[in-house]
């Protein structure tokens, strides 16, 4: 209730006055809706890098540098111990000292020697003595399994390469039975000598990859037919007198050559491979005089089955 100007009593009804006064209700509302807006606030506002204070440096650990060095010379024995290189802080009360190794097999590396001090604690204590590498120390290779580490040409006289039994360069192959009491004596060895003229009789054989990464290797290396002697001989292997061609399918492919002046003797050549020695090239001059040949009717010199 209030007076006009003219001293009237004005009535002021009480729901115009609460309508303008927020109940208790409205306030604890707009309370939560603030404090929802303040929280997405403090997530949409980058927050500040949190910054540790780094260790400070035990003075007691740090003029202890007589003592690491005699642990460090106790461990390193004949490696020896170089010069004090420094002093690292690891944390409250516990530090490193660094001296270099003189041994020549181990440049760039230090002897670390944690310590440690206890609170109120006037001497130091010897924690641990390790070798550790410091930047551009010389390091040993990148560890590799055997599996990986095994290169071509590393089997040495003496050594056994077992062959894993899931190997995808074989396959099985067959193996002819034993003989059996009911079996012809006469057709099991025709049925074992037929078997070993057809190469088979062994128990794992080349399976279709295996001579297929064969074969690649070959053509990719000296074998094959990219390579300068190639080019400069006077005609390819497989017109050479020679060249022995290989059974199978791989023979199609390659041979050995047979001629013991040639750098591929005794070695697998591909069909299109050359060299200097190639049986064309004939002197003009003969060396020795061969007899003519004789062709004989009567024996043998090779029996079909050994």
């Not at 009480?14 to 939560?32: K, L, N, Y």
């Not at 990859?209 to 002697?229: H, K, V």
């Not at 200097?276 to 009567?298: C, F, K, N, Y």
Request: glycine share 8%; with cysteine; proline share 7%.
């Amino acid at each position: 209730m209030t007076l006009d100007e003219g001293g009237a009593v004005l009535v002021v009804a009480d729901d115009a006055m609460e309508a303008d006064t927020p109940s208790p209700a409205e306030d604890a509302v707009a309370d939560a809706a603030q404090d929802a807006q303040d929280v997405q606030d403090s997530q949409d506002t980058p927050s500040a890098t949190v910054r540790t204070k780094a260790p400070k440096l035990d003075a007691a650990i740090a003029a202890a540098i007589d003592q690491a060095r005699a642990a460090a010379e106790e461990a390193a024995a004949d490696f020896g111990v170089g010069d004090h290189v420094g002093c690292l802080a690891e944390g409250d009360h516990v530090a490193t000292h660094l001296f270099a190794c003189t041994h020549p097999a181990y440049p760039g590396w230090r002897w670390a020697v944690s310590m440690t001090r206890v609170p109120r604690a006037r001497v130091a204590t010897i924690d641990e003595v390790v070798l550790v590498a410091a930047d551009g120390a010389l390091l040993a290779p990148v560890w590799l399994p055997w599996s990986e580490r095994l290169q071509a040409g590393d089997v040495q006289p003496g050594m056994l390469l077992p062959t894993p039994d899931n190997d995808p360069r074989l396959e099985q192959g067959y193996v002819p039975p034993e003989m059996t009491p009911d079996v012809d004596p006469a057709e099991w060895a025709q049925t074992r000598d037929i078997v070993v003229e057809l190469g088979l009789g062994r128990e794992r054989l080349l399976s279709a990859e295996g001579r297929d990464l064969a074969a690649r290797r070959w053509l990719a290396g000296e074998a094959g037919s990219d390579n300068q002697m190639t080019r400069m001989a006077p005609g390819p292997c497989l017109t050479c007198g020679y060249f022995v061609r290989l059974t199978g399918s791989l023979g199609r492919v390659f041979g050995v050559c047979a001629n013991e002046f040639s750098s591929s003797d005794g070695r697998v050549v591909a069909v299109d491979h050359g060299c200097g020695g190639h049986s064309d090239a004939v002197a003009d001059e003969r060396g020795i005089e061969l007899p003519e040949p004789v062709l004989d009717t009567i024996t043998v010199d090779h029996p079909l089955f050994d």
